[in-house]
């Protein structure tokens, strides 16, 4: 269903006492309003089974940042799926662009994955976007729907009840530099165009398509009043409580 969900991704960062305080902050910051969105939080792996039952209860959800595609295995370091799982975890973002570049993750690698998180019952945040010399050549349309054709075009339809799109320029993350508002709904209008001739109205509709890269709290509002963007997965700004709940409120 198409929901409006806001993501924080915090990638490498935040122990575990720091997990635990940043929750607890994020829990009493939330108080007392009703957000009009999911509101999800992605800290790393060791941190996961402590931060879902420190969330039970709330309306925060609690997301794994990647997953292996194996279900079990000699895969020294890797995690499977039914580990996440096991700590209550449903929901894994899958393709992000910092996996595809500094862990040579390709699009047969993320299909094997979504495959498998779909499988077995999880939500996939997926995400993909151009690079800066793609969009300076006027190429951002083809990279991302090779993107989406690739990994997700296989998909049943009713798979697609278990997917979240990230649109995230890779230009944009972590720079400081955000696509405009029109920039992020061109391209989400595009995508929600590419399912819907491939699939169907229903399935492009009910589709949530965040998009990430430097959303703050003075340019989330602008960002996700946008027809076609359904809020954000936020990377910077998620480390910080007070950053965090503003974007949450402007979804
Ligand atoms: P950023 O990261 O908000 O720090 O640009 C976004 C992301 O990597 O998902």
């Known amino acids: ?8 991704n915090w990638k ?3 122990n575990a006492e720091q997990t635990a305080d940043l929750i607890g902050d994020l829990k009493s910051s939330m108080e007392g309003f009703e957000p009009n969105c999911r509101v999800m939080i992605a800290p790393t792996f ?7 039952p420190n969330t039970e209860g709330t309306i ?8 292996h595609q194996a279900e ?10 039914d580990m ?14 910092e996996r595809r570049t500094y862990f040579k993750e390709d699009d047969a690698l993320l299909k094997a994955k979504v495959t498998t998180a779909l499988a077995n019952g999880m939500e996939v945040i997926f995400c993909f976007g151009e690079l800066l010399a793609e969009r300076k050549a006027g190429n951002h349309f083809t990279v991302v729907e090779s993107q989406l054709k690739n990994v997700l075009f296989d998909l049943f339809s009713d798979q697609w009840k278990q997917i979240v799109l990230a649109y995230e320029p890779v230009w944009a993350i972590g720079t400081g530099e955000t696509a405009s508002p029109e920039q992020a709904q061109e391209m989400h209008s595009f995508i929600r165009g590419l399912v819907n001739t491939k699939y169907s109205e229903t399935v492009a509709n009910e589709l949530t398509i965040l998009y990430g890269g430097s959303v703050k709290p003075d340019n989330a509002k602008e960002i996700f009043s946008k027809e076609d ?5 936020i990377g910077g700004a998620s480390l910080k409580v007070a950053d965090f ?4 409120q402007a979804c």
């Open 229 to 233: 963007v359904d809020g954000g997965l």
């Open 84 to 97: 996440l799982k096991s700590v209550g975890i449903q929901t894994v973002i899958l393709g992000h662009s």
């Open 72 to 81: 079990k295995g000699a895969y020294t370091g890797e995690i499977s799926v």
């Open 1 to 8: 269903m198409r929901q409006n969900l806001v993501a924080g």
């Open 12 to 14: 490498m960062n935040n």
């Open 60 to 67: 925060v959800e609690v997301a794994a940042q990647n997953m």
């Open 46 to 52: 060791v941190n996961l089974a402590a931060a879902a």
């Open 245 to 248: 709940t503003a974007i949450i």
